[in-house]
């Protein structure tokens, strides 16, 4: 506004002078075309500026917590029975640029040892191919092979998004062996995981795959950076509340779930639509065919979709309506919640059927109990149950109620009774994943 008014103020200006009679009617005249070019060249530079800053903000393929993602929406009574009103906040995030600073200058007061393995959790989380990928500078090892994504392309801002993966419960939840937790039970192959084999587990299906073995200095780090989440680094961060590090609370915790849609098990997704709808909203971040865009010092900049760096075809969010739940809420980033329903389900349905590398282990998933498997897990990845009435369209992209009725049946168990559960192999560095 202060931009147009001295303009308007510039052109009144030459127009005043127009009307007094110049001493010299040629110089004067260039005068004024001088300065109306001059100011025209302005304008047009003003615009290009808002439209570089306006196209970059629309780039920035970080999903980030709002500001009300950390206010309770709504009044929450607590196993104790005490009462949070709404509005009340629950969460801050840890302080980590604070922390590195502190690292750095070695000002830290408290466990440095400690501090130095959270940066490096952290790290490993939001930069994943530099800290334990080819491009890390650390001398070790890497532990995978080619471009791998970061574990924050679904774990936004290191796992402290509400309904984006979030960390806020994942230690508590599944506990430490070494504390005594024995872990929670995976139906899918049928053995417990604590917080270190379920951080395992998600590396190797997603994300590269990745390896970070049960006991490794890369799964303490990880660790560490979990315990900030829940707990924070310094005083008034992570849960706010004691009763949210209990199981008695846990499913309490605002976005440390994503529920998946309502009436979904009646749905259908079309990969088609999925198709152009991905053109119009999701193709000027993750490239055609969900390329990603990669850069060789900082590894993915926006995710990809499918290939080699991709989730496997054994990772969680590949079941469609898994995977449309994410979507609907947290995309795009620059404007999460524009996709409805119908067209995330849409869209997940389109990325769901784009190539991407197998695992050997996916054909384990539900073998000792076929009946066990989700509905919408696509018949590619696990035990297809005998005398399974249902085509492999269906089972990938719905409707799911019928599936889901018919696994649950006598009909079902009868020609698929449970037996025990055995891998060939187990998931150790012995064990090539790639």
Not at 36 to 49: A, E, G, P, Q
Request: contains cysteine; glycine residues 8%; hydrophobic residues 40%.
């Amino acid at each position: 506004m202060v931009f147009l008014q001295q303009s308007k103020r510039a052109d009144l200006i030459n127009s005043n002078s127009v009307n007094k009679p110049p001493s010299d009617p040629i110089a004067s005249k260039a005068r004024i075309t001088v300065d109306r070019t001059t100011m025209n060249t302005l304008k047009k530079l003003y615009c290009v500026v808002l439209l570089f800053f306006a196209a970059t903000a629309l780039a920035d393929p970080r999903i980030q917590a709002r500001p009300a993602d950390y206010l309770l929406s709504g009044s929450l009574v607590l196993s104790s029975g005490q009462v949070l009103p709404a509005g009340t906040r629950w969460y801050q995030a840890p302080d980590i640029e604070r922390l590195k600073h502190e690292v750095a200058d070695a000002s830290f007061r408290g466990d440095l040892t400690e501090a130095r393995r959270i940066v490096f959790g952290y790290d490993l989380i939001t930069n994943t191919y530099a800290t334990i990928g080819e491009g890390r500078q650390d001398g070790q090892p890497p532990l995978a092979q080619g471009k791998i994504m970061n574990c924050s392309s679904c774990h936004a801002q290191g796992g402290t998004v509400p309904f984006a993966y979030a960390f806020f419960r994942t230690l508590s939840f599944f506990g430490l062996r070494e504390q005594g937790d024995k872990g929670v039970y995976f139906e899918g192959l049928a053995y417990h995981r604590d917080a270190r084999t379920r951080a395992r587990d998600c590396g190797r299906e997603c994300g590269g795959p990745v390896m970070l073995t049960d006991n490794s200095y890369e799964m303490d780090g990880l660790i560490s950076w979990l315990k900030v989440v829940r707990d924070g680094i310094y005083p008034g961060e992570g849960l706010l509340f004691d009763a949210f590090k209990h199981k008695a609370d846990q499913a309490k915790i605002p976005g440390a779930q994503i529920p998946l849609f309502p009436k979904v098990m009646e749905m259908t997704s079309d990969p088609l639509s999925g198709k152009s709808i991905y053109d119009t909203h999701c193709l000027r971040c993750h490239e055609a065919k969900g390329a990603g865009q990669w850069s060789d010092s900082r590894g993915y900049l926006v995710p990809p979709l499918a290939g080699k760096g991709s989730f496997s075809q054994a990772g969680g969010p590949l079941m469609i309506p898994v995977g449309a739940a994410f979507i609907h809420r947290n995309m795009p980033p620059d404007n999460p919640g524009l996709l409805s329903q119908q067209e995330a389900l849409d869209v997940m349905g389109y990325v769901a059927s784009l190539p991407r590398p197998s695992v050997w282990w996916q054909d384990y998933f539900h073998r000792h109990n076929p009946c066990a498997r989700p509905a919408y897990l696509p018949l590619h990845v696990g035990t297809v149950p005998r005398e399974f009435p249902f085509s492999k369209q269906q089972a990938q992209f719905g409707p799911w109620q019928a599936i889901s009725d018919w696994l649950s049946s006598d009909a079902c168990k009868a020609s698929n009774p449970a037996i025990p559960a055995a891998l060939e192999w187990d998931f150790t560095t012995l064990t090539p994943i790639w």
